[in-house]
């Protein structure tokens, strides 16, 4: 006589097929390039994540935010050339602005990218109340 209940398709056991399940996910997200991440917050900026997350923007708007917050030092070549004793590619904003304010003199002004300009006056503002204390 049959058990009621769900027809077994798989010899495995249920929780064996969700690990597996849980596993192929995985791998379809690595070949995607997509990389988990887990983040410790307080409880009212966790709702306030899961909210944005399903607004078509997150993405975009999360980038914007951590690029004015995070800067590669490669993408700058005066920065990377005051970095030069660091293996991070990226440093916070206002580590790389003090980094740029404690070095200024070895700051080469001819070679700057505008790129970089844009870079050091932004920070200049956000950090030093628009100037550079060299």
Same mark, same amino acid.
């Given at each position: 006589m049959r058990k009621a209940g769900r027809p077994r398709? $798989? /010899?495995l056991t249920r929780a064996e097929q969700l690990k597996q399940a849980k =596993? =192929?996910?995985r791998a379809r997200q690595r070949l995607s390039g997509l990389v988990h991440v887990q983040l410790a917050t307080p409880k009212a900026l966790a709702? /306030?994540?899961a909210v944005a997350r399903r607004a078509g923007t997150f993405e975009h708007a999360l980038n914007e935010a951590l690029d004015r917050a995070v800067i590669r030092v $490669? @993408?700058?070549p005066q920065l990377a050339d005051l970095a030069w004793n660091r293996n991070d590619e990226f440093i916070a904003a206002?580590?790389?602005f003090q980094l740029y304010e404690r070095n200024? =003199?070895?700051?080469d002004m /001819?070679?700057?990218t505008p790129r970089e300009t844009q870079l050091? @006056? =932004?920070l200049k503002l956000e950090f030093g109340a628009g100037v550079i204390n060299a």
């Open positions: 398709t $798989s /010899k =596993r =192929r996910q709702e /306030k994540i $490669s @993408d700058y206002r580590e790389a200024w =003199r070895f700051v /001819k070679s700057l050091i @006056d =932004r």
